[in-house]
């Protein structure tokens, strides 16, 4: 099932997630989930996107254009994730979402984190990661907390931003 994602001015992508219970079906929000990404063309997205306020997201590397094979390609769903350490290194990259479509911006973060979440059979993954990978991981991390990423940008750039931003709110209040 195909749903609409949210769009930037939506109270529900400000809200907090709740944690998944073992007992709780995830297998359809998951289906869910990867299957508006993949009509959405992204490389991740959380339940609260699409107005499930439960700690899941997915990410999928696959849309990533890669001519040098330089990306590890990647498709997995992460139940109820913790980010547990992250590296004083940083990097800066342009991040977009579904939810603020066609603005693009850079963002700091830092490049490795140890991360710890269930997978789709709710058996626990720690690892640490990098890359591409690190980078959506947080991004989606942030929309399960009610955080965007252009919370994370200079209050000059977002104020830069502002027409664009409440034209995105208008267009989604319709």
């Excluded at 400000?14 to 990867?34: A, C, P, Q, V, Y």
């Excluded at 350490?85 to 973060?109: A, Q, W």
């Amino acid at each position: 099932m195909i749903t609409k994602v949210l769009k930037y001015g939506s109270s529900v992508l400000r809200k907090h997630s709740t944690e998944i219970n073992k007992g709780e079906d995830t297998k359809s929000l998951i289906e869910n989930l990867f299957d508006t990404l993949s009509r959405e063309g992204g490389i991740g997205l959380a339940a609260p996107q699409i107005g499930a306020l439960k700690r899941v997201f997915v990410m999928d590397s696959n849309p990533i254009d890669d001519d040098n094979g330089s990306v590890d390609r990647f498709k997995r769903a992460v139940i109820n994730p913790e980010i547990i350490s992250k590296s004083d290194e940083t990097v800066i990259y342009s991040e977009g979402c579904l939810s603020i479509p066609e603005i693009y911006e850079e963002v700091v973060r830092p490049k490795k984190i140890s991360v710890k979440y269930l997978d789709e059979s709710f058996k626990q993954v720690e690892r640490e990661i990098d890359g591409i990978e690190a980078r959506i991981f947080q991004h989606e991390f942030d929309h399960l907390d009610g955080v965007l990423f252009v919370d994370r940008i200079s209050s000059i750039r977002r104020k830069m931003l502002a027409g664009k931003l409440k034209r995105i709110m208008k267009i989604s209040k319709r």
